[in-house]
């Protein structure tokens, strides 16, 4: 399975944390969405990592190019 791109991952991530927050859910339900909703918000994290290290190259050259 491919990693879904970050707004992907985010919006998913919101709805996770919203029908956490809405409450009635099952135990067993519960820690499932937990579960996704951690790998979703590292799935983002990795993604800004990526645009992140790729906005501080892209710096880095047009300082060299000064």
């Not at 992907?8 to 579960?35: F, K």
């Amino acid at each position: 399975m491919t990693e879904p791109g970050y707004e992907q991952a985010r919006d998913e991530l919101a709805a996770v944390v919203a029908r956490l927050e809405a409450g009635g859910l099952p135990l067993e339900e519960s820690l499932t969405l937990w579960e996704r909703g951690e790998s979703l918000a590292k799935i983002c994290d990795r993604h800004l990592a990526g645009a992140r290290e790729r906005v501080e190259t892209a710096l880095a050259a047009a300082e060299a190019t000064d």
